[in-house]
């Protein structure tokens, strides 16, 4: 999981912070104060304590990255690249990357196979955030655009008129005997 600044943990800075767990358990320390000396959630100490109760300091050693299911540096690199050139680079027409698109994309490339879920975690880790895009035509005129907002649409609007010109009021209250 991550850190308090949000950025994860690598496996080895992960295992070595359950092994912190572990040497406060071996002192006695209660599972609500582990969490909060270590920063993480009482759930998460409480697997920790059931680990290490039933198979040591052993079973809080890292298993490391699980086989074929994650990209490795190089490859995560490349992915980033890919990304970066855009989807219609990769066929899109719609200029739109979707979590199912890019498993696709890493599937074929990689012959890697993540869920959604993976590759929402697999892109968050890399720094890409979730945004809708602004929806534009590529064949928007970015002049034709500003010309109708200073030209036409002035023209075009019209402006609202002021109470004090009719001298009528804006107040609840009534107007004053005059």
Do not use: N
């Amino acid at each position: 999981m991550g850190t308090r600044t949000g950025r994860p943990l690598s496996f080895v800075e992960a295992e070595r912070r359950r092994l912190q767990a572990a040497d406060l358990f071996e002192q006695g320390m209660r599972q609500s104060k582990v969490a909060k000396v270590l920063g993480v959630t009482p759930q998460a100490v409480s697997l920790w304590r059931r680990a290490w109760a039933e198979g040591g300091r052993e079973a809080l050693l890292s298993k490391g990255p699980g086989g074929s299911s994650y990209l490795s540096a190089g490859q995560e690199a490349e992915l980033e690249i890919l990304l970066r050139s855009g989807p219609a680079e990769h066929g899109r027409q719609d200029q739109r990357w979707t979590l199912a698109r890019i498993g696709r994309m890493i599937e074929e490339r990689f012959g890697v196979r993540y869920e959604i879920s993976g590759v929402w975690r697999l892109l968050d880790r890399l720094g890409w955030s979730w945004q809708v895009p602004k929806v534009r035509a590529v064949e928007r005129d970015e002049e034709a655009v500003a010309a109708w907002r200073t030209e036409t649409w002035p023209a075009a609007s019209h402006p609202r008129r002021s109470p004090q010109a009719e001298g009528g009021s804006a107040s609840r209250a009534r107007p004053e005997p005059g």
